[in-house]
């Protein structure tokens, strides 16, 4: 009598084949899915690995071989670079143009800077220098001489010429300096009617006559020196106003 083999269910069949399998899990590193790897961990050609591009680092690092390693010269701001270096597209160096500064900045020798850029000190303020292409007021003037006081000498409408005011006011203003005894600069001014070429000249007429008088009462004029700035600095919006504006100020030197 032939004995018949034990048939088992096709239902524990399949449960039996799925323990088999489940115990045959990849050693680690090795994979064949994002399960069989630590958290965080990806399965990329069979093996766990950290990422599998960049976008799996977090902020400041890349993806390297399959580990996030941090970027050289990170950075989210200017606060985290060198002195002399910017924050442009996340990355430390020196700028190379204006167009990779913040709005209104220039770039100076690899660094941003909110200087204004000049060609003369005319494109300047008057408090400012012209240095290396930008206005600058780092060089802070010598203090006022305590002594005695210089004072403007006004001009009429469209003249040059100085007035009976003007010239009792420099006759002071020439005591003034022969007592101090420093070189200063004469700034001729205009008020903001005419063109700029028109007031640019006539300014520095003004302050020539000013030179040639200041001369004529014993000054040298080589210690006298004439900076115009036409109607660049006018503030003037009516007539009394731009009263104000017909003048020659002393800067000491």
């Given at each position: ?56 680092c ?49 770039c ?12 003369t ?56 300096l ?27 007429k ?24 036409g ?6 919006t ?16």
């Amino acid at each position: 009598m032939r004995r018949q083999g034990l048939r088992l269910p096709s239902a524990l069949l399949v449960l039996i084949a799925g323990a088999l399998l489940a115990g045959c899990k990849p050693d680690y590193p090795s994979c064949e899915t994002d399960k069989d790897c630590h958290p965080k961990e990806f399965c990329v050609a069979n093996k766990c690995q950290q990422c599998r591009d960049t976008n799996d680092c977090p902020a400041g690092n890349q993806c390297n071989a399959g580990k996030c390693e941090p970027i050289a010269g990170y950075c989210t701001s200017k606060a985290q670079c060198p002195a002399n270096q910017e924050c442009i597209a996340n990355r430390c160096r020196a700028c190379a143009s204006d167009r990779e500064c913040p709005g209104g900045q220039h770039c100076v020798a690899g660094s941003c800077t909110a200087k204004k850029a000049c060609k003369t000190e005319n494109d300047c303020a008057q408090n400012e220098d012209c240095l290396n292409g930008f206005c600058t007021a780092e060089r802070t003037p010598p203090p006022p001489p305590t002594q005695c006081k210089l004072d403007p000498v006004f001009f009429d409408f469209n003249e040059s010429a100085l007035t009976t005011e003007a010239t009792a006011a420099l006759a002071h203003d020439a005591d003034c300096l022969k007592q101090v005894g420093r070189p200063a600069t004469l700034v001729g001014h205009a008020d903001p009617r005419g063109t700029q070429e028109y007031n640019l000249a006539l300014s520095e007429k003004r302050a020539q006559s000013v030179r040639d008088h200041l001369g004529r009462l014993g000054l040298d004029g080589n210690k006298l020196s004439v900076l115009p700035r036409g109607s660049l600095d006018a503030k003037g919006t009516d007539e009394p106003s731009w009263a104000q504006d017909r003048r020659v100020d002393f800067t000491w030197k």
